[in-house]
């Protein structure tokens, strides 16, 4: 019955409740290293590019009886439920303690991470160390920005992610999950404003460096010591040219909006890497042969400037002349990071097979020693979106690797909110995307098919009706 008796045996009508918050959705992008890479670490410049594979993350919104806030990260099989009254919101609050979202947060903060241990402790007790401490990683990420940015009376929420980024793949997919976190976060606390079609320009770079501040204190719990290049690229979207002459300081990061969106193939080797071991490997070479590893890095430092100066020239366009020109610099970078010993057969066999095709110039991407490498493919006359031959595609696959079609310098962070699509199947008003609907898509495709940035017009692709991003 839908309603309760007075002391005179009469029906009084329940109050509605309030109408709960639609879902919402965000998403963000991973990244490549397009130019620059271990010569970076030797304090040279390097650009690096937002990727179209993307994290995906759908907020949605429960009753307020539930005291809980829950995190469905299927990806890595990772589900846990917090009681909200039961997270130390008194250690976050304490004085000197408190954090609001327009403060710049550089590190975390010891004694908070401390207090989060018995409600990180006890995430996944019965999974092997390896999945725990993915599981742990996630969810630290996710506490310590929910603490610091919101409050006990937080609204309880599930927040459930799917990504179509490889994992661990040097890609930037941790990035990407916590800017998806810090966004969704500040937006629920209102401390976004847009976005919108004509927000200006400033406004917009003001609210992708707050979502990026949040999201390096979240890459912080994930990885410890993060660089802060893949956040930044990620929440800023398109390229940046980075460069980091203080090892113990944050690199210096400026953004590049004219980086031009290129068709990507993007081949992983499914060969796992260390980067901190191929990193030694570059410091041994200096150790043995200084003079001649020295030039190598210095010529990698002259391969970025090359591009950046063509890429930031006024009359810069995209045209065969100018993709030639970086096509060249994408072979010969791959050609001087051989010289420093860290390809790999698994990457020099991509190389050759892509080379034979001549669809366009490859180079690994990351730490290499496996990893990843990136085709920047050729334009060809009949078609806008060049596409590798499916022959090419097949033996890749055959030999065992994993092949994705990107594109490189796109959108960074974006918002469906509410997250309702149109994907020309549903009822009218659009499709308002559950949890269900979002869990049940078949893999990655699935994901991008039912909640993808972006839809295919034909020969171009396009930003799906809906999503909104930030554009500085
Ligand atoms: N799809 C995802 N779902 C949940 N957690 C993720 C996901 N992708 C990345 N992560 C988190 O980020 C970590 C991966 O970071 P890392 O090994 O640096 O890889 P990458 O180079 O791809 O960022 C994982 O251990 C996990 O904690
Ligand atoms: C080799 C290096 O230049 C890039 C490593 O990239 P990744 O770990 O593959 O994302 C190391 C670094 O910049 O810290």
């Known amino acids: 019955m839908n309603g309760h008796a007075n002391g005179n045996g009469k029906l009084l009508a329940r109050r509605p409740s309030a109408p709960m918050m639609p879902p919402m959705m965000v998403s963000a992008p991973g990244k490549v290293i397009v130019f620059g890479e271990h010569a970076v670490v030797h304090g040279k410049k390097a650009i690096a590019a937002a990727i179209s594979l993307r994290s995906y993350l759908l907020v949605t919104f429960l009753s307020?009886?539930?005291?809980?806030?829950?995190?469905?990260?299927?990806?890595?099989?990772?589900?846990?439920?917090?009681?909200?009254?039961?997270?130390?919101?008194?250690?976050?609050?304490?004085?000197?303690?408190k954090k609001y979202y327009y403060d710049l947060v550089t590190s975390l903060d010891e004694e908070l991470v401390e207090a989060l241990q018995p409600h990180i402790q006890s995430i996944s007790p019965k999974k092997p160390e390896q999945i725990r401490k993915i599981h742990q990683a996630s969810a630290s990420a996710f506490l310590y920005l929910f603490l610091s940015l919101g409050s006990q009376k937080s609204p309880p929420c599930i927040y459930t992610l799917r990504s179509t980024i490889p994992i661990g793949a040097g890609l930037g997919s941790s990035a990407s999950i916590a800017v998806c976190l810090a966004t969704a976060l500040l937006l629920q606390i209102r401390?976004?404003?847009?976005?919108?079609?004509?927000?200006?320009?400033?406004?917009?770079?003001?609210?992708?460096?707050?979502?990026?501040?949040?999201?390096?204190?979240?890459?912080?719990?994930?990885h410890g010591n993060p660089s802060g290049v893949d956040n930044t690229v990620s929440s800023g979207g398109k390229a940046v040219l980075f460069q980091r002459t203080d090892y113990a300081a944050p690199p210096r990061v400026e953004p590049l909006r004219s980086f031009p969106e290129l068709?990507?193939?993007?081949?992983?080797?499914?060969?796992?890497?260390?980067?901190?071991?191929?990193?030694?490997?570059?410091?041994?070479?200096?150790?043995?042969?200084?003079?001649?590893?020295?030039?190598?890095?210095?010529s990698i430092h002259d391969v970025t400037e090359s591009a950046h100066n063509l890429i930031t020239r006024d009359d810069f366009e995209l045209n065969a002349e100018s993709l030639q020109h970086l096509g060249e610099l994408i072979?010969?970078?791959?050609?001087?990071?051989?010289?420093?010993?860290?390809?790999?057969?698994?990457?020099?066999?991509?190389?050759?097979?892509?080379?034979?095709?001549g669809i366009g110039w490859t180079k690994l991407t990351g730490a290499g020693g496996g990893g990843c490498a990136i085709t920047i493919v050729k334009p060809t006359e009949?078609?806008?979106?060049?596409?590798?031959?499916?022959?090419?595609?097949?033996?890749?696959?055959?030999?065992?690797?994993?092949?994705?079609?990107?594109?490189?310098?796109?959108?960074?962070?974006?918002?469906?909110?509410?997250?309702?699509?149109?994907?020309?199947?549903?009822?009218?008003?659009?499709?308002?995307?559950?949890?269900?609907?979002?869990?049940?898509?078949?893999?990655?495709?699935?994901?991008?098919?039912?909640?993808?940035?972006?839809?295919?017009?034909?020969?171009?692709?396009a930003v799906r009706e809906g999503w909104r991003f930030w554009r500085p």
């Open 263 to 298: 068709p990507l193939l993007l081949v992983d080797t499914r060969q796992s890497r260390s980067t901190s071991a191929e990193v030694a490997k570059v410091a041994t070479l200096k150790k043995t042969h200084p003079i001649i590893a020295d030039n190598i890095l210095n």
């Open 64 to 97: 307020k009886t539930r005291r809980s806030v829950s995190l469905r990260f299927p990806d890595v099989g990772l589900s846990h439920s917090w009681n909200i009254d039961d997270l130390p919101w008194a250690a976050f609050a304490a004085p000197g303690k």
């Open 191 to 222: 401390a976004l404003s847009g976005p919108h079609e004509d927000q200006p320009s400033a406004e917009s770079e003001l609210q992708i460096q707050r979502i990026n501040h949040w999201a390096f204190v979240a890459e912080c719990a994930i």
């Open 382 to 461: 009949d078609d806008e979106v060049p596409r590798p031959p499916v022959d090419l595609e097949n033996t890749l696959i055959d030999e065992g690797f994993q092949t994705f079609h990107t594109t490189l310098a796109g959108d960074g962070v974006g918002v469906l909110w509410p997250a309702v699509l149109h994907n020309g199947l549903e009822e009218e008003g659009g499709t308002e995307i559950d949890q269900e609907k979002f869990l049940n898509a078949e893999g990655t495709e699935g994901v991008e098919t039912l909640v993808g940035v972006s839809v295919n017009l034909g020969n171009v692709n």
């Open 331 to 357: 072979t010969i970078n791959h050609g001087l990071l051989v010289s420093l010993g860290v390809s790999h057969p698994k990457l020099e066999r991509i190389r050759a097979l892509i080379d034979h095709t």
